[in-house]
């Protein structure tokens, strides 16, 4: 006589029996699974080929060649990379601008009067058109023989300025350009901020008289702190990634002058100068260096808010 | 409030505030409104030398008119829909899963997988830029939408997932814990429980990205060359080659190339200010 015996369903055998008992742990995984894959392959990948490809001369097409440290010392004697170093740290630096720029306008705004919404909204504007438009308003408005900024400076009688044909002024024109869309975005953070502005604090802070600049500085800044972190990063952001409105207003122009890395690393790699992949993707890891500083920074910040409850 | 609401001060400080506001406003989008002021010019007013006075004729048909029909204008436009739209679907949905993933679950190296979607999201676009178009090549996606497309969406997959998780973290826990007791699969507790809940982020973020992607410059350089597949930043620069010192034609379609983000930040404001400021407040 035969038993029939039942096959054994042992419980690490694979089935739907296992995957019931590690849903928990399988779930997870299936729901990470594609968006991880995407990003490893075509962010956190590239970032350590880059890394791989700095230590090498490749034109992009035929073989590399393993060169060492070669790129990085080319790096440390050209002056076109030291230029556009510096014009990073005008762009960091002035690009900051917005935050007060931003929070100004919105102190301006932050009424309730009639049509104030549309304002508002108007306001904002810059911020929702391309770079390159606002790079092509800029180089408009700066044109010498009849952009506004010229007709405006002759109405008052000074003479005309070639803002982005002077290698003195131009990286500043852009810098300028530039903050017209950033401030907008700074200025919309600020008034969702203001909006939740705790109103007793301020009632008791005005009872016991404190005023405009004492309230703003002491009251009101500090409850808008979540804002002026979120405006700090974008803008940082902004200013090391800055690249069209150079490619559009000057290509790197007049004599290189409004280079920064992000264009020079371009220029280097992809444009008619010739395919230098290694020497770019040095520049580019120069570039990344300097974010890692604030990519730290920033995650530092957000891990210690994680950890309070 | 602060400022101090103006309705508490004297009618005159009132009445001044409500003329200043236009004004101001007036002067920030000066250099905007001068380019939409050149675009209904006609060009025989810029070779005259007349650039500020008032437009011998009025033209803005004639100008829009050749835009849109006499030039690769409406091929751009159409290229950036067809990059941006599934980008849109791409992005959000990845990231609907991992946001979920990520917020719901324990698990070790949540924390760190979490942090390297916002890492990612903050490099510096040029150090992917060898690496991804080299790929793109590979792939045989170089100077294809699609090839671009697939960047994005990885791209921002980073950032839509940062936004996704925080998201469904402040969502109540009880509904997920609730339908775990009853025993329903996680996959429908996705699907049925929280992406419902999900909508107002999706919103937010479908606008947000369109905007982002619609304005993108350097990737539309680097993986795209010809008017077969470059969306309208990248034509653009094309056009004005083409029509160069014809200011009124180069006004138009820079208008033209900037409107439709504009439209949808107008019809969409509230879910655009509220991805945008997202986090803003505490």
């Known amino acids: 006589m035969t038993t029939a015996t039942l096959p054994d369903t042992h419980a690490d055998e694979g089935g739907p029996g296992w995957v019931r008992r590690n849903r928990m742990r399988l ?37 590399r060649e393993f060169i060492g440290l070669e790129n990085y010392r080319e790096l440390s004697t050209d002056p076109a990379f030291e230029v556009s170093l510096v014009n990073n740290l005008k762009w960091l630096l002035l690009y900051l601008l917005a935050i007060p720029g931003g929070l100004f306008i919105a102190l301006f705004l932050n009424q309730t009067v009639t049509g104030i919404r549309i304002y508002k909204s108007l306001f904002f504007f810059p911020f929702v058109i391309s770079q390159v438009v606002v790079g092509l308003v800029f180089t408009w408005f700066y044109d010498p023989t009849f952009g506004l900024l010229n007709v405006t400076l002759e109405a008052i009688g000074l003479g005309p300025v070639n803002v982005l044909g002077d290698p003195r002024l131009a990286t500043y024109g852009i810098i300028a350009a530039g903050l017209w869309p ?16 705790d109103p007793e604090q301020v009632e008791a802070a005005r009872l016991d008289g404190a005023k405009r600049w004492r309230m703003l500085w002491f009251v009101i800044l500090p409850q808008l702190r979540p804002a002026t ?43 008619e100068y010739g395919f230098r992949m290694g ?16 990519i730290g920074y920033f995650l530092w910040s957000m891990w210690r808010q994680e950890r309070m409850p | ?33 001068a380019v939409a002021f050149f675009s209904i010019k006609p060009g025989a007013d ?7 006075g008032m437009p011998s004729s009025f033209e803005g048909a004639e ?9 690769d204008m409406p091929r751009y436009l159409l290229n950036s829909v067809l990059i941006t739209v599934p980008t849109v679907l791409g992005a959000v949905a990845l990231s609907c899963m991992t946001g979920f993933a990520l917020g719901v679950y324990k698990f070790r190296g949540n924390l760190w997988i979490f942090f390297m979607f916002v890492a990612g999201n903050f490099v510096p676009f040029q150090i992917l830029m060898v690496p991804v178009r080299d790929l793109t090549l590979e792939l045989g996606l170089y100077n294809t ?23 469904i973290r402040a969502l109540p826990r009880e509904l997920i814990e609730a339908a775990r007791v009853e025993g329903v699969a996680e996959w429908r507790i996705f699907w049925f429980v929280v992406l419902p809940l999900m909508r107002p982020a999706i919103a937010a973020l479908s606008v947000l990205v369109f905007t982002f992607i619609w304005n993108d410059y350097f990737w539309a350089v680097v993986l795209t060359q010809g008017a077969e597949s470059q969306p309208v930043t990248a034509g653009i620069t094309s056009f004005n080659a083409q029509y160069r010192a014809s200011y009124h034609l180069m006004s138009a379609g820079s208008i033209v190339a900037a409107l439709p983000p504009v439209a949808m930040f107008f019809l969409m404001q509230r879910h655009f200010i509220a991805g945008l400021t997202l986090g803003a407040v505490k």
């Not at chain 1, 490893?40 to 035929?62: A, K, M, T």
């Not at chain 1, 020497?279 to 604030?294: E, N």
């Not at chain 2, 939408?145 to 998780?165: E, N």
Request: charged residues 10%; positive net charge; proline residues 4%.
């Open chain 1, 27 to 63: 779930a997870p995984l299936m729901f990470l699974a594609p968006g991880v894959l995407f990003f490893l392959v075509y962010v956190i990948f590239p970032v350590l080929e880059s890394f791989q490809i700095s230590f090498y001369r490749w034109d992009g097409l035929g073989a």
């Open chain 1, 182 to 197: 950033q401030i907008a975005y700074c200025m919309i953070l600020y008034l969702t901020g203001l909006n939740a502005v």
């Open chain 1, 229 to 271: 972190f979120i405006a700090f990063v974008v803008t940082i952001i902004g200013a090391l990634r800055s690249f069209d409105l150079i490619s559009i207003m000057t290509n790197g122009g007049p004599f290189g002058s409004t280079r920064v890395l992000s264009f020079y690393m371009f220029e280097k790699a992809l444009s």
């Open chain 1, 279 to 294: 020497y770019g993707a040095a520049i580019a890891v120069v570039l990344f260096m300097i974010m890692l500083l604030f």
């Open chain 2, 1 to 33: 409030m602060f400022p101090r609401p103006i309705q508490q001060s004297s009618r005159g400080a009132q009445t001044t505030y409500q003329s200043l506001i236009p004004v101001v406003l007036l002067l920030w989008l000066a250099p905007l409104l």
């Open chain 2, 46 to 52: 810029f070779t005259a030398g007349n650039y500020w």
């Open chain 2, 63 to 71: 100008n829009y008119g050749k835009v849109f029909f006499e030039s």
């Open chain 2, 145 to 167: 939408k699609m090839g671009l497309v697939l960047f994005h969406v990885a791209f921002q997959t980073g950032f839509c997932t940062l936004f996704m998780r925080n998201f």
